[in-house]
């Protein structure tokens, strides 16, 4: 077990390596998502899987525990400078979908996380709206994170304005390279 954590923790400090998990990770969890997350306002579902049961407690501990962990190794990558201009625009991605994920898991177990989210499947795409909307500091039009939420809101945030920092320091030490400046 613990070999296996250990060739985990050194595929995620490669970027080659970070962003399919990366993807999977993503896709995986609407898989999962569309079979078992009852969106019925009403569930009549009473078993393990039920919203609030054992089961979808332990699996979004464990989805959120994940994300968290696949945001921590792609910031360090970012910040150790490791990643191609290519590279930045894929975990960038990736943030917008991991970040849906937070905010719809906090609705999902923290009803009034997430303010004007209606019920069923618009929800999932409501929370990518507003991961988008936060990203790139637009306006939230309809999904606003409430005042325990704004914080997670603010740290995705900054984070997209230090993807867009990196990006063109990148991109201007690419075309100093390229018009025979020295190299960054």
Same mark, same amino acid.
């Given at each position: 077990m613990i070999d296996w954590l250990v060739a985990a923790l050194h595929t995620l400090n490669n970027p080659s390596g970070a962003i399919p998990i990366g993807f999977a990770f993503v896709c995986s969890y609407y898989m999962v998502?569309? !079979? !078992? $997350?009852? $969106?019925?306002?009403?569930?009549?579902?009473k078993g393990v899987w039920r919203k609030g049961g054992f089961g979808d407690i332990a699996t979004s501990m464990l989805w959120c525990s994940g994300a968290l962990f696949l945001m921590a190794s792609l910031v360090d990558l970012l910040v150790r400078n490791e990643l191609s201009l290519g590279q930045l625009v894929s975990y960038y991605c990736l !943030?917008?979908?991991?970040?849906a994920f937070i905010y719809n898991m906090l609705n999902r177990h923290f009803p009034g996380m997430i303010e004007g989210l209606k019920n069923g499947w618009i929800v999932e795409l409501q929370c990518f709206s507003m991961s988008v909307q936060v990203m790139t500091t637009g306006d939230l039009t309809s999904a606003k994170p409430a005042k325990?939420?704004? !914080?997670?809101?603010s740290l995705q945030l900054?984070?997209?304005?230090?993807?867009?920092?990196?990006?063109?320091?990148?991109?201007?030490g690419l075309m100093a390279v390229g018009s025979g400046g020295a190299h960054p």
């Open positions: 998502s569309a !079979f !078992f $997350h009852n $969106h019925d306002p009403k569930p009549t579902y !943030f917008l979908f991991l970040f325990p939420a704004e !914080f997670i809101a900054l984070l997209g304005l230090l993807f867009v920092a990196v990006f063109v320091a990148k991109t201007v």
